[in-house]
């Protein structure tokens, strides 16, 4: 199993930048990919970022250019950095890691608003 916990999510102001950090615990070496995703208020949950092992990163539209995700493996911790922030970011954010041979575990999310 692996335990993931998310933090680094507040409330900031339109333009602003926070880090996310996920840290991650348990069977990490079995860890293939790192994954970000958001869920909105009134809307699904939908992909940000996400990095496999010894692979490039890849985005979704909306966060190329703004979002950086990366890992420290010495600190078995995943971040995402978000700058630029607007009030469409506001959603609660969720860390994924993706096993090799299958099974995906969740963290239990942090809250990031953005104000105008």
């Known amino acids: 199993q692996v335990q993931l916990v998310e933090s680094g999510g507040g409330l900031v102001q339109a333009g602003g930048s926070l880090r996310l950090s996920c840290a991650a615990s348990?069977?990490?070496?079995?860890?293939?990919?790192m994954s970000w995703y958001r869920r909105a208020p009134g809307a699904q949950r939908e992909l940000v970022a996400h990095?496999?092992?010894?692979?490039?990163?890849n985005y979704a539209d909306f966060a190329k250019g703004r979002f950086t995700i990366s890992s420290d493996n010495a600190k078995n911790t995943a971040y995402l950095q978000m700058n630029s922030l607007k009030p469409e970011d506001t959603a609660v954010y969720f860390c994924?890691?993706?096993?090799?041979?299958?099974?995906?575990?969740w963290g239990q999310g942090t809250q990031v608003t953005v104000s105008s």
């Open positions: 348990g069977n990490i070496l079995r860890i293939n990919v």
């Open positions: 990095i496999a092992r010894g692979d490039s990163p």
């Open positions: 994924a890691a993706s096993l090799a041979g299958g099974g995906q575990y």
